[in-house]
């Protein structure tokens, strides 16, 4: 399976939000598996995260982004369920999974009721290592086109994350802990 064949079904080649998507995918892809090495006990399927990191936002053309150049219906908070959607369809289970989970550092039922977010009521968190290794990665690289090829830092992610709670800051920076190569004096 190519997942760049499975972006061009979806995506006029050549397009801004082509281009935005599979840029983008590239550079979560790299972090993912710089990231993957760092807990190479855990056996992190490499293949598997290479082709996640290309697929997680295939949604996004769904959703209204006009600056990115995505026109559909759905707020853009919806582009992670929408994906999963679009993978199941073509058999695609633990891929569509990896779509659905990296959205924030994972949605909760409570966010969903909490925020009242227009999402189905069910838990969106990041289970497998591999999930967990797309979402962490997934939070440095913005898909603006201006600055999507700059990565964040862990300081400017958890000033994010923390408007939507101390957790979720806390649950980043133990990724942060977890996937951040260890440095020995």
Same mark, same amino acid.
């Given at each position: ?18 281009? *935005? ?26 293949? &598997? ?19 990115? %150049?995505c026109m559909g219906k759905h ?19 633990k891929l569509a999974l990896v779509?659905?989970?990296? @959205?924030?550092? %994972? ?20 289970i497998s290592i591999e999930e967990? *290794? ?5 939070? &440095? &690289? ?5 600055? %999507? ?10 000033? @994010? ?10 649950? &980043?920076?133990?990724? @942060? ?5 260890? *440095?020995?004096?």
């Amino acid at each position: 399976m190519n997942p760049v064949d499975i972006i061009d079904e979806y995506y006029k080649h050549g397009s801004r939000v082509y281009e *935005i998507l599979i840029t983008h995918g590239e550079y979560v892809a790299k972090k993912a598996l710089d990231a993957a090495k760092n807990v190479s006990h855990l056996n992190p399927d490499l293949d &598997f995260i290479k082709d996640a990191a290309m697929l997680h936002d295939i949604g996004i053309f769904l959703t209204n982004i006009p600056k990115l %150049g995505c026109m559909g219906k759905h707020p853009y908070i919806c582009h992670g369920y929408l994906g999963r959607n679009l993978l199941e369809k073509k058999g695609l289970h633990k891929l569509a999974l990896v779509c659905e989970r990296h @959205v924030g550092v %994972g949605i909760t039922i409570k966010d969903i009721r909490q925020y009242n977010l227009p999402l189905p009521e069910r838990n969106m968190e990041p289970i497998s290592i591999e999930e967990q *290794i797309i979402c962490y990665a997934d939070k &440095f &690289f913005s898909k603006n086109s201006d600055s %999507g090829s700059e990565e964040k830092s862990v300081k400017d992610i958890k000033l @994010v994350l923390e408007q939507y709670g101390r957790d979720k800051a806390a649950k &980043f920076q133990l990724w @942060v802990d977890k996937f951040e190569p260890k *440095i020995s004096d």
